[in-house]
């Protein structure tokens, strides 16, 4: 059987465990809250727009991390696409912002480093839930775009993080190939072994006769 190192089919993590899809998974329980709070129940279709953005973030990097075992085009396609979602799903935070003339945080702003600082840290939505209750529409869309922000530099650490496993691994056809190449390798050596063997067998035999053959009377 091949071993890990060429099989054709790599190894990814639980994508439970990067802190990318984490923090996308709280942006869809945010937004929702969100819509929820201060977007009317029916008639706007920034309610649909902002829900499906978030999603679309979130799933796009499930599907991308649990394609990665079989194709690194799929997985890079589909975490763009997340990313694309999340850059969408930013601007209508920021939207709302300019149609409320609400102010958009920036460094200068007193709250900024301590908003910045509790969304690098926190990755879970238990996290925020309590939160999302008690912040007025300006807090609640400067915390979703700062945490779109940053899942947005994760999202492109982690595609130049795949851009370099697959220079160094190759894609799923590199990967056969490697495989292949590793077990033909392996069942020439075992021929090669076997031959030798061989030889040396009918070298001990033809010894053997001729030992005989000296010992007759």
């Not at 942006?27 to 679309?56: H, I, N, W």
């Not at 908003?115 to 939160?131: I, Q, V």
């Not at 947005?152 to 190939?177: I, N, P, Q, T, W």
Request: glycine share 2%.
């Amino acid at each position: 059987m091949p071993t890990q190192q060429n099989s054709i089919f790599r190894r990814v993590p639980d994508y439970r465990s990067l802190h990318l899809y984490q923090k996308s998974e709280v942006l869809v329980v945010l937004t929702d809250r969100f819509c929820k709070r201060f977007l009317p129940p029916y008639g706007d279709r920034t309610v649909d727009q902002m829900t499906q953005a978030a999603r679309s973030g979130k799933q796009n990097i499930v599907e991308g991390s649990e394609a990665a075992m079989t194709s690194s085009e799929t997985e890079v396609k589909l975490v763009n696409v997340g990313r694309a979602s999340l850059q969408e799903l930013r601007e209508d935070y920021e939207d709302y912002l300019k149609k409320h003339s609400l102010p958009l945080w920036d460094k200068k702003h007193p709250r900024f480093e301590k908003m910045l600082a509790f969304c690098r840290e926190h990755n879970t939505s238990d996290d925020y839930c309590h939160l999302a209750e008690t912040l007025s529409a300006e807090e609640f869309c400067n915390m979703a775009i700062t945490l779109c922000h940053i899942t947005d530099k994760m999202a492109d650490s982690y595609l130049h993080h795949l851009e370099s496993r697959f220079v160094s691994e190759g894609g799923v056809k590199e990967r056969m190939h490697a495989a292949r190449t590793s077990y033909r390798q392996q069942q020439d050596s075992r021929m090669q072994a076997l031959e030798e063997e061989n030889r040396l067998l009918k070298a001990e035999i033809a010894a053997l006769r001729k030992k005989l053959a000296n010992n007759k009377p």
